[in-house]
């Protein structure tokens, strides 16, 4: 249920220049539900997913979480040039 743990520690910019496939903020919202229907489990209740398949009109990057104390998912925006062990893309498998 969390991001995957080999992506942590990169920048939106790196899995780019990586040419890595990641989940947009729109397949994680939707994995986020599917999720829930099938498990009755939120995705990232540790972690945070960067949506590094998406950027907003100033180049930033979607993340996403489960906020077990507001109780519900929590979409915001970070630089994409940042990194962190808590913030993690998810491989696209095609």
Do not use: F
């Not at 972690?47 to 950027?55: A, K, L, M, Q």
């Not at 907003?56 to 990194?83: A, K």
């Amino acid at each position: 249920q969390e991001a995957d743990e080999e992506l942590k520690n990169l920048s939106a910019n790196q899995i780019k220049e990586r040419g890595l496939t990641t989940e947009t903020l729109t397949e994680r919202e939707l994995h986020g539900l599917m999720c829930w229907s099938e498990t009755k489990r939120h995705l990232d209740t540790d972690n945070i997913t960067r949506c590094s398949g998406s950027r907003d009109q100033d180049g930033r990057v979607p993340r996403v979480y489960w906020s077990g104390l507001d109780g519900e998912v929590d979409v915001g925006y970070y630089n994409s040039g940042g990194s962190s062990s808590s913030l993690r893309s998810r491989a696209v498998v095609s």
